[in-house]
């Protein structure tokens, strides 16, 4: 499984409600018909997930690809 999002990208995030800091953690997103699991930055404390707009954007394009390549 690819891994979308580097320690280094995030690693200078904080979490909005807690300012706590973030770990990698493997997350189902959800697209069109289908689920798959990623690793996506969370909050330590509330779990809240991290999704930059411009990443998730990228990343349906990937996951589009790797189905139209089946
Ligand atoms: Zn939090």
Same mark, same amino acid.
């Given at each position: 499984?690819? /891994?979308? *999002?580097?320690?280094?990208?995030?690693? $200078?995030?904080?979490?909005?409600?807690?300012?706590?800091? &973030?770990?990698? =953690? =493997? *997350? *189902? %997103?959800?697209?069109? $018909? +289908?689920?798959?699991?990623?690793? &996506?930055? %969370?909050? !330590? !404390?509330? +779990? /809240? *997930?991290?999704?930059?707009?411009?990443?998730?954007?990228? =990343?349906? &394009? $990937?996951?589009? /690809?790797?189905? $139209?390549? =089946?």
């Amino acid at each position: 499984m690819a /891994q979308y *999002v580097k320690n280094e990208e995030f690693a $200078e995030w904080r979490c909005d409600k807690c300012n706590c800091e &973030l770990e990698l =953690k =493997k *997350v *189902v %997103v959800s697209y069109l $018909e +289908g689920s798959f699991p990623v690793d &996506l930055p %969370v909050c !330590k !404390k509330c +779990g /809240q *997930v991290f999704i930059p707009e411009s990443l998730a954007i990228h =990343k349906m &394009l $990937e996951i589009e /690809q790797q189905m $139209e390549d =089946k």
